[in-house]
């Protein structure tokens, strides 16, 4: 894939926009002409403010280790102030990293546990992390976006070591229940040349999209452009790689329709791949 293709293939939404064509961010951070701090400031701070580097390092590093019930109250109290947006009973436990939290809005009632990553780094305008009202983040969850979009509706509960990435979007419903060690990952690595090395080649994001009442079993993985639909059931450790009806249960890897939850089973043998049939990049 040469730059003409990749920097098309941008334009039409079927790269992310970190691949290396398209990513401000990445090519300052290997610029030899930025400094070290120039470059945490972008991966970390978010601004090349001072006022902004102070703030994030008095309130966000600092204030993060601070175990027990003080470092609660001081988390609360101090970091909406460098947030993009914080609502009412913030919970925050020690050792949560935010990067980039001017890119970072948090509704009523969000308790972010203990080793949790919000990372809302990038340079593109509308690039940010939104969760909902009463949303629950569990211990050593990570959401990652870079230049993207990552959105929890309202009633989010995240297990704990789940892992979202992504290089356009993840939406998330209302009323999602998410189960520990569950991987959705919104992105991939371009490998049509075999003479470049694929860590080198253009990072491709179409972005996931769960629906409203969805349920994300233990260990599930949702790979780069799926949907998943409303009121759908994920069986724990299924490899999703096509979209999934509304009110599906689908099961295995990869995942196929077992049944809906209204008893029924899908005509034909009971047991189709999930969605319409195989995508044609797979």
């Known amino acids: 894939m040469d730059r003409a293709d990749v920097m098309q293939r941008a334009e039409e939404g079927r790269l992310a926009p970190d691949s290396d064509a398209a990513t401000p961010l990445i090519e300052h951070l290997r ?24 703030a994030y390092e008095a309130i966000v590093a600092l204030l993060g ?33 935010l990067r980039c939290p001017g890119r970072i809005h948090l509704g009523d009632n969000v308790t972010l546990d203990e080793g949790s990553v919000l990372d809302a780094k990038g340079s593109r305008e509308g690039a940010c992390l939104r969760l909902g009202n009463e949303v629950l983040i569990g211990r050593n969850c990570i959401l990652s976006g870079t230049d993207a979009v ?17 290089g356009s979007h993840i939406r998330v419903g209302s009323n999602v229940s998410v ?8 992105g991939e690595h371009a490998f049509d040349d075999p003479d470049t090395p694929i860590l080198k080649q ?4 179409r972005g996931i999209d769960i629906g409203d009442g969805a349920w994300l079993g233990a260990r599930a993985t949702i790979l780069d452009g799926v949907s998943i639909g409303a009121g759908a059931v994920v069986g724990a ?45 797979a």
């Open 65 to 97: 280790p601070v175990p027990g019930g003080l470092g609660l109250l001081l988390r609360k109290t101090f970091l909406p102030a460098v947030l993009g947006g914080a609502g009412r009973n913030l919970l925050v436990a020690r050792n949560v990293t």
């Open 202 to 205: 253009a990072r491709v994001s």
């Open 150 to 166: 990552i959105e929890l509706g309202d009633f989010v509960s995240m297990g704990p070591n789940c892992y979202f990435r992504t």
């Open 237 to 281: 450790g299924s490899l999703v790689r096509d979209d999934v009806p509304d009110w599906a249960v689908v099961v295995g890897t990869p995942a196929r329709v077992v049944r809906y939850r209204d008893g029924t089973q899908r005509p034909g043998t009971g047991t189709p791949e999930a969605g319409s049939g195989q995508r044609e990049d």
């Open 31 to 54: 610029s030899d002409a930025a400094s070290p701090l120039a470059k945490y400031q972008a991966m970390f701070v978010g601004s090349r403010s001072w006022s902004s580097l102070l």
């Open 179 to 186: 189960g520990p060690y569950t991987a959705v990952i919104a």
